[in-house]
């Protein structure tokens, strides 16, 4: 089984949970996060002060799937998020060892 954490733009989020769940990847977290990586925040303007803004807004998304369905996942997250710009994120894939379903106790890939 694999984890898929993919970190997109805002405004990518539904385009990319419309494909997912088109490709058949059923269930995931979403989380508003802040980072910075090689855009290294930008400058902006308030009461005529200029400031620095490090932390750029992102959206975290992430999925748990079978390994027949990861290489689908991570394809369709590259595909639809991409807008060729600096900025348009990561993905970070992590093998899991365990997964356990709390409402039955199915645990594996019996309980994604």
Request: net charge negative; glycine share 10%.
């Amino acid at each position: 089984m694999k984890k898929i954490e993919a970190i997109i733009r805002h405004f990518k989020l539904e385009e990319v949970k419309d494909a997912l769940t088109a490709a058949g990847i059923q269930g995931m977290t979403v989380m508003e996060v802040r980072g910075f990586g090689r855009q290294k925040g930008h400058k902006e303007q308030y009461r005529g002060a200029e400031y620095t803004v490090d932390f750029l807004p992102k959206v975290k998304i992430e999925i748990v799937t079978d390994d027949a369905s990861a290489q689908t996942a991570i394809e369709t997250i590259m595909n639809t998020a991409r807008t060729g710009q600096i900025g348009d994120g990561k993905i970070f894939v992590s093998e899991l060892v365990e997964t356990i379903r709390i409402r039955t106790g199915e645990a594996g890939e019996e309980s994604l």
